[in-house]
Nanobody
Framework: HVQLVESGGGSVQAGGSLKLVCAATGLTSSTNLMGWFRQAPGQRREGVAA???????????TYYGDSVQGRATISRDNSGNMYLQMDRLKPEGTAIYYC??????????????????WGRGTQVTVS
């Protein structure tokens, strides 16, 4: 079965950078989208970025939330691991960051309830 494990979180000063890693195992051809979400205390889970992984015309397409547009880059390697490079971090970026995989088709990339598998998250603190 699919397992996702996040790492790379930590504490950083505003303006700094972090690179989050999602180690993915057990991925199948059914997975069509992988994404990063974040959740701050008392806030709803928010879509940060996603990358299309299905064997269709959307493969490799990337999507970004307005809050990180221009400051984040999502990518994957040949092993299926996923990364999120975040630059010029802001204090409002403080949250737990989660990696997720989606097998269902349909819905917007940021709809977290459409994702099937989640990691446990990694804390990012920006001060």
């Amino acid at each position: 079965h699919v397992q996702l494990v996040e790492s790379g979180g930590g504490s950083v000063q505003a303006g700094g950078s972090l690179k989050l890693v999602c180690a993915a195992t057990g991925l199948t051809s059914s997975t069509n989208l992988m994404g990063w979400f974040r959740q701050a205390p008392g806030q709803r889970r928010e879509g940060v970025a996603a990358i299309a992984t299905g064997a269709d015309r959307l493969y490799g397409n990337t999507y970004y939330g307005d809050s990180v547009q221009g400051r984040a880059t999502i990518s994957r390697d040949n092993s299926g691991n996923m990364y999120l490079q975040m630059d010029r971090l802001k204090p409002e970026g403080t949250a737990i960051y989660y990696c997720a995989a989606r097998n269902k088709y349909g819905g917007y990339w940021y709809q977290y309830d459409r994702f099937d598998v989640w990691g446990r998250g990694t804390q990012v603190t920006v001060s």
